[in-house]
């Protein structure tokens, strides 16, 4: 019976690691959100941040007006080319985990699926805008959107980051390292939430990123009220250990 018993503890000592730390991680923590429509996520971001009082964009901390306008040359980690930008630029939206990392496994991204009616392809986002519920859904999810200064024409979605073209603004690292623990948690998030494959390298470095700088009462505060909002939180933000038991994102 003794050896039976020891046969057992041995196996299990074996078996544990195989199975995985995602399957110690309860997914019925992580709810769906609500929102299908980026117009109206973008609409009650800005009511958010405005009843907040934080007038500030995410990477450069560049000051913002509740009319939506951005000073370049007012940013709270300092500012460059002054000369160069005097005048105001509008805010917009990002999505920090991008739209083409979330959409092109879709076939919407690619494929010939939105054909005008005058012959005219539409592929990318508009397309996927327009037949995708779930792309709906993942561009609608206000835990992956944050302020950032207007994109400049000459950027286009190339970058891994929403609003990376901000340093343009402002000096140092990028990102900063204040800040990427909330670039780690929208990241995860979005890939646990949407099954959203990450590079090995990737991952690893979004992890430590997590860790390195843990959720601030700002970050709390947004995923209450988007709670609100959307129905849902990002439980990262939560629990920040939960990050350890998903072995694979």
Same mark, same amino acid.
């Given at each position: 019976?003794?050896?039976?018993?020891?046969?057992?503890?041995?196996?299990?000592?074996? %078996?544990? /690691?195989?199975?995985? $730390?995602?399957? !110690?991680?309860?997914?019925?923590?992580?709810?769906?959100?609500?929102?299908?429509?980026?117009?109206?996520?973008?609409? !009650?971001?800005?009511?958010? $941040?405005?009843?907040?009082?934080?007038?500030?964009?995410?990477?450069?901390?560049?000051?913002?007006?509740?009319? !939506?306008?951005?000073?370049?040359?007012?940013?709270?980690?300092?500012?460059?080319?002054?000369?160069?930008?005097?005048?105001?630029?509008?805010?917009?939206?990002?999505?920090?985990? /991008?739209?083409?990392?979330?959409?092109?496994?879709?076939?919407?991204?690619?494929?010939?699926?939105?054909?005008?009616?005058?012959?005219?392809?539409?592929?990318?986002?508009? %397309?996927?805008?327009?037949?995708?519920?779930?792309?709906?859904?993942?561009?609608?999810? #206000?835990?992956?959107?944050?302020?950032?200064?207007?994109? /400049?024409?000459? #950027?286009?979605?190339?970058?891994?980051?929403?609003? #990376?073209?901000?340093?343009?603004?402002?000096?140092?690292?990028?990102?900063?390292?204040?800040?990427?623990?909330? =670039?780690?948690?929208?990241?995860? $998030? #979005?890939? $646990?939430?949407?099954?959203?494959?990450?590079?090995?390298?990737?991952?690893?470095?979004?992890?430590?990123?997590?860790?390195?700088?843990?959720?601030?009462?700002?970050?709390?505060?947004?995923?209450?009220?988007?709670?609100? =909002?959307?129905?849902?939180?990002?439980?990262?933000?939560?629990?920040?250990?939960?990050?350890?038991?998903?072995?694979?994102?």
């Amino acid at each position: 019976m003794r050896a039976k018993l020891i046969f057992i503890f041995i196996l299990i000592i074996i %078996c544990l /690691p195989q199975l995985g $730390y995602s399957q !110690q991680l309860d997914s019925g923590e992580f709810l769906p959100s609500s929102l299908v429509s980026r117009e109206t996520a973008e609409k !009650q971001l800005n009511r958010v $941040y405005k009843l907040a009082g934080r007038f500030k964009t995410f990477h450069c901390g560049c000051a913002f007006d509740k009319i !939506q306008q951005v000073s370049p040359n007012i940013c709270e980690r300092g500012s460059k080319n002054l000369l160069k930008n005097k005048d105001l630029r509008t805010l917009e939206w990002v999505a920090m985990m /991008p739209e083409h990392v979330f959409g092109k496994p879709l076939k919407c991204w690619t494929k010939n699926l939105c054909v005008r009616s005058d012959g005219i392809k539409v592929e990318g986002a508009r %397309c996927c805008s327009e037949v995708s519920p779930k792309y709906k859904k993942m561009e609608s999810d #206000m835990h992956n959107i944050f302020p950032a200064i207007n994109r /400049p024409l000459s #950027m286009e979605g190339s970058a891994l980051y929403g609003g #990376m073209w901000e340093y343009e603004f402002c000096p140092g690292e990028k990102p900063a390292k204040s800040i990427r623990g909330n =670039i780690a948690r929208a990241y995860l $998030y #979005m890939s $646990y939430q949407y099954k959203i494959s990450l590079r090995e390298d990737q991952e690893d470095m979004l992890r430590k990123w997590h860790f390195e700088d843990p959720p601030d009462d700002w970050e709390e505060i947004r995923n209450d009220r988007i709670e609100a =909002i959307q129905g849902n939180r990002n439980p990262f933000i939560d629990h920040p250990e939960w990050v350890e038991r998903v072995a694979d994102f």
